[in-house]
């Protein structure tokens, strides 16, 4: 018998939607994974040493990334909030500051995080820590304006309808996983992850000729909604002391971020509830600290 916490329909305001250096969108599954974690850390200083999580599920129900496109723009804008206004000293007229752009967004998300070390005993108990901690959190940067509900859900993993029962509680939603199988390639293969990863993302358009008119049609290389995903970090320094670190128990590492691919599909199309689920795996003879989907746990 397996335990889930399902956090269900939480609203999440001003989340952080820039992922990496160079995506925009979806937040990284490192905050999801990071929120889960926090979590369970507040649950330990309280007694609660036992309780640990093991996987988190990830599903999207709306989530409005704050960019605006004029009526003639070719690409979007990033909508800031660059407040207060600043008094200028030449002009005496108040202008926007100087601001780095943060883009963000509004999320409906729900949390489904499989744990142990929750029983009929301490079930209630832990579940007021959970509801006690979880309004003091941020959430991928954002602010928690409400959670649908709070609810621990027993599942018998030897029964395919009470897991498939689980998944359509789920929706209407997209459940996020990890697609890093359609940049895995030959090895004969000259071109680097990034390329492989912009070619699957690219859309092409062909022209196609219906009587004496011409239509555009743009099409992607593979079906589905496919996008790009930060799932963790890798190390460029090796461990090392770094004037000023965070903490002095343990050495530093300068990373950068991993992005690969990975594909939003609706939860009742997986069988199993392990296919979407995320969870911390570290390879330490590359540098690697990822965020791994068991549904492509095959292809580490």
């Not at 029983?119 to 991928?140: F, S």
Request: glycine share 6%; net charge neutral; charged share 25%.
């Amino acid at each position: 018998m397996a335990m889930y916490l399902l956090l269900s329909k939480i609203q999440v305001h001003n989340a952080n939607a820039m992922s990496s250096p160079y995506t925009v969108g979806f937040p990284a599954m490192t905050a999801w994974l990071g929120a889960a974690h926090a979590l369970e850390r507040n649950l330990h200083e309280v007694g609660f040493k036992d309780v640990s999580f093991s996987g988190v599920a990830v599903v999207s129900h709306t989530c409005d990334v704050q960019l605006y496109k004029g009526p003639k723009d070719y690409q979007y804008s990033i909508i800031g909030t660059a407040n207060p206004l600043k008094k200028s000293s030449k002009t005496g007229a108040y202008e926007r500051p100087p601001f780095i752009e943060e883009a963000r967004c509004h999320l409906c998300v729900s949390l489904l995080i499989k744990l142990k070390g929750v029983d009929g005993i301490n079930k209630e108990q832990v579940k007021k820590e959970v509801e006690n901690n979880i309004w003091r959190m941020k959430l991928a940067g954002g602010d928690i304006e409400k959670i649908g509900k709070l609810e621990f859900i027993p599942v018998n993993e030897e029964s395919d309808d009470e897991e498939r029962r689980l998944l359509r509680r789920l929706m209407p939603g997209y459940a996020i996983i990890e697609r890093r199988d359609l940049i895995l390639t030959e090895k004969n293969d000259k071109r680097d992850a990034l390329t492989r990863l912009i070619d699957v993302l690219a859309v092409e358009f062909e022209a196609e000729k219906n009587g004496d008119n011409l239509s555009w049609q743009g099409k992607r290389r593979n079906d589905g909604w496919i996008v790009p995903v930060a799932v963790g970090f890798k190390s460029i320094s090796g461990a090392v002391k770094a004037k000023h670190q965070r903490s002095e128990e343990y050495e530093h590492r300068f990373a950068e971020p991993v992005v690969t691919l990975g594909e939003f599909r609706m939860p009742y199309h997986f069988r199993s509830i392990n296919e979407i689920l995320w969870e911390y795996h570290t390879d330490l003879e590359h540098g690697l600290y990822l965020c791994r989907n068991q549904n492509n746990s095959q292809n580490a």
